[in-house]
């Protein structure tokens, strides 16, 4: 089956920090990746489509100078929380998009916790 | 934005009942998706069904589609207490063939 990883699983950091989460796709290349950020019991939002070798495309009220994404390989794309603050504390999650049988699907990472103090 | 609205939001039943939870979407789609979620854990993908589609099957779960009434369900038959998590659809529209949009979920527990 196709695997995403993300690391860290967990990250508690200081307001003004900033963080950074790793997205990888272990079993197959990706051009495309998405992140995600939930909050506690709601739903998941979309907050970028990360494009290998390209420019992330934001989601309309994400802040691109604040969650920097960076999509350098077919594998691997990150997702810097710059300068954090309390509020920014979220369950983010990447997904990958594998190509297959004419679909794309998405195979979502674990997850990562983060929280601000 | 929020596309699909699941309902019920919380479903509980017995191990061995079955769970149908539904869907509604507002705009017309290419697909439509079902997808899993333990809590504080990624998602896990379940079923896809097409547009063109009405109904699929795969294993225990069984999902439809109402194009014209812009709403989807899924059957959970025999449930068991490792069902429990929250269930949600993602829908595929317009020129994307893969930006998801998610529903707000149902949380789904399965009582032994």
């Known amino acids: 089956g196709a695997v995403v990883s993300q690391h860290p699983s967990w990250v508690i950091c200081k307001s003004g920090t900033s963080v950074k989460i790793e997205c990888r796709s272990l079993?197959?290349?990706?051009?495309?990746m998405f992140w995600y950020r939930q909050f506690p019991k709601q739903s998941l939002m979309l907050m970028a489509t990360?494009?290998?070798?390209?420019?992330?495309?934001?989601e309309q009220g994400v802040e691109k100078d604040k969650f920097l994404i960076n999509h350098a390989s077919l594998t691997l794309s990150t997702l810097t929380v710059t300068s954090a603050h309390p509020e920014d504390s979220s369950f983010y999650i990447c997904s990958a998009t594998r190509h297959t049988d004419g679909t794309d699907t998405q195979y979502f990472g674990p997850g990562t916790r983060l929280t601000v103090l | 934005s929020q596309q699909g609205e699941e309902d019920p939001q919380a479903l509980s039943i017995q191990e061995g009942e079955n769970a149908t939870m539904n869907c509604s979407y507002k705009?017309?789609?290419?697909?439509l998706q079902w997808y899993r979620q333990n809590s504080g854990r990624g998602l896990v993908h379940l079923i896809l069904?097409?547009?063109?589609?009405r109904e699929k099957h795969s294993g225990r779960l069984r999902v439809t589609l109402d194009t014209s009434k812009k709403s989807s369900s899924l059957l959970i038959t025999a449930s068991r207490a490792a069902d429990t998590a929250s269930y949600f659809c993602?829908?595929?529209?317009?020129?994307?063939?893969?930006?998801?949009?998610f529903g707000k979920g149902t949380l789904l527990t399965v009582n032994p």
């Open positions: 079993d197959f290349q990706a051009t495309t």
């Open positions: 705009t017309s789609i290419n697909n």
């Open positions: 990360s494009n290998e070798g390209s420019k992330a495309t934001y």
């Open positions: 069904i097409r547009s063109n589609e």
């Open positions: 993602a829908t595929v529209s317009g020129g994307s063939n893969y930006k998801l949009t």
